[in-house]
């Protein structure tokens, strides 16, 4: 009996292979119906329902006080990058009188109207919520912020002496007259506007004076005690100083934010990093796009400020208390441990714990998986690269840096193997979204020590996330291959959750040689063994994998789809995916940010279920999973499923082969699915809270995800 059950396994597991491989290399017409604009959410809105529940995470008082500061502060950043690039670039379309609409039916125009109605109020709200609700409980804790009127006699002279010191020293007032036109004002600048009448005439002026927070601290500290003063505060209450002989009417404090998105006409260029360096430089001239002001700035300045940066109402955004929550960062750091998370120490896998054995060795047992920030990417990634480095065997490391830390170990390591006299190649990629400056110096900093580095390419920007070293060993040499999802960059190697796998399979190692040779020769590769590489092969293959869901599909062994990515856009995936929901796949998908697939519709994507995480790491971690019929298929990688990742980055995904490193993933799957704390569920447009069921353990993934890795 047992082996004739066996013999049926067997038979029905060679039956699955041979179907997988025949369907694998079928393609479905995707019904019109399903091109539908009422089947996908606007982009731009999606994320800005993302930055809500980053919002949302302030005003849960579950959170500790000083992290729901940071959140506040991480809120304005996101929405400061968002007005810089999206709202710009939506600017810049409609100036150009583009009518091409989105898969949602908007166009720009029509874009930048609802995109207004939504962020005004969530904008107010969060400024207001910073005034009434956290200002007092960060007094109840002992921090003030005060307000300079706010101060005592004895504070008011130390202020005094540090205008009079620091501040005054470095400020330059500007005058508007016919003689001084209105002055430029840098990106992301807070400037005081200032009114002031000059006795003899009668005649009023408008001034500028910029608070210079890039080289003196916004919040300046007072006395021995966690006593703040805004700067702009200080230098408002001295501006009698600056102005001698006028008289002051007022001053107002204002922000403006800049189109920093640079245009690059990379076919007409000679010289990349030439050209990415010129962009820079022009950055900071783009259009002004928001202008932020106090909500009781008088409407004549308010109108003034307008017509000089020519900008309408929706782009003005009137705040009630202080403006610059980005600045709030700086608070974060006070020494309040009971105010902020419990501290966390990433774990060493158990296997990484013996230093005496080589990584290579450990390596060819098996292959390793890393989950960042629970396991070490100390002992894992840089040791990895800082023992090819060192390495006498070692004959080649190849590597791609994306976005990596000022003080990066990994590119030590790099700069030592190649005074070591290895081959070392970086691709660097100047293109990393204002990261641009800090890879140009890097990229300098390792040519100068002979390592070959290569900027990218021409149309594509290099996101995957690859490292390869090459070892002689015995008679020949064997491939050591690292793929992440996330950055070289060990300071957001504690902030992001990424997955990582080292291995030696002969095929990807292949594979990666093959890629870095695209990347910096002529090497033209249409075609890789285990690797998906876009644009190459990344797009075709997805689909292949979705619509082979469909063909294996069966009631009593539902086809079955996991998908965790940061954002998920493309519509062509987005359709192949309701079509395999209307053909009964059950799918997850666990998009942190954008996502303008809408799931529960109707003969449509009733099967589909859209989760977001959002905690004290930002979810960075990308893994596809597919049933197969019982034969299950991971990937891991660096590409989210957008447009610009299929058909316009280099990316990579790799497959998981170890059982091993499967089970791992698929329990790291299972706990972000069952997460009812930190977990957002989408309905149409909206997300909704999780939260436990009366009775129900509280399961914050992230929590659960640490407790896994300190267990080993």
Known sequence: MDSTVTLVETLVSISVRFLSMVYSHQKFAIPEDLYDPKLFNNRELSWLEFNKRVLAEVYDERN????????????????????????????????????????????????LEVLSEHLHPVVSQQARYFEEVLRPLLVEEGIYILDHDQLDPGQKQLVRHYFEEMVFPVLTPLAVDPSHPFPYLSNLSLSLAVMVRDPEGGMEHFARVKVPQKILPRFVAIGTQQHYVPLEQIIAAHLDELFHGMEVLGSYPFRITRNADMALEEEEADDLLLMIEQGLRTRRFGDVVRLEVPHDMPPS????????????????????GLLDHDSLFSLCNLPFAHLKYPPHAPAVPTLLQNKDASIFSLIRRGDLFVHHPYDSFASSVERFVAEAAADPKVLAIKQTLYRTSGDSPVVQSLIRAAEDGKQVACLVELKARFDEENNINWAKALEKAGVHVAYGLIGLKTHSKLALVVRREGSGIRRYVHI????????????????????????????ATDLFNFLTGYVRKHQYQKLLVAPISLRSSLIDLIQREVQLHHPERPGRIIAKMNSLVDPELIRNLYYAAQHGVQIDLIVRGVCVLKPGIAGVSESIR?????????????????????????????????????????????????????????????????????????????????????????RPSQARLIRVAEEG
């Open 64 to 111: 500790p006080l000083l992290e729901r500061l940071k959140f506040s502060a991480i809120f304005s950043n996101n929405l400061d990058e968002f007005f810089m690039v999206r709202v710009s670039g939506l600017e810049q379309q409609k100036a150009a009188q583009v009518t091409k609409r989105t898969p949602d039916g908007l166009n720009p125009e029509e874009q």
């Open 301 to 320: 300045l308010l109108t003034y400020l307008m017509e000089a940066m020519e900008l309408s109402s929706r782009d003005v955004y009137p705040i009630h």
């Open 484 to 511: 992440g999802t996330g950055n070289y960059n060990s300071k957001t190697a504690r902030l992001y959750t990424d997955f990582g796998l080292f291995t030696c399979d002969p095929a990807i190692g292949a594979d």
């Open 610 to 698: 859209v989760t977001s995480v959002i905690g004290r790491f930002l979810e960075h971690s990308r893994v596809f999973y597919f049933q197969n019929g019982g034969e299950e298929e991971l990937y891991i990688g660096s590409a989210d499923w957008m447009t610009r990742n299929m058909d316009r980055r280099v990316e990579v995904v790799a497959p998981i082969q170890s059982d091993i490193v499967k089970q791992k993933l698929l329990a790291s799957l299972q706990i972000y699915l069952e997460d009812n704390y930190q977990s957002w569920e989408l309905h149409d447009s909206s997300y909704t809270r999780r939260y436990p069921e009366p009775g129900e353990e509280p």
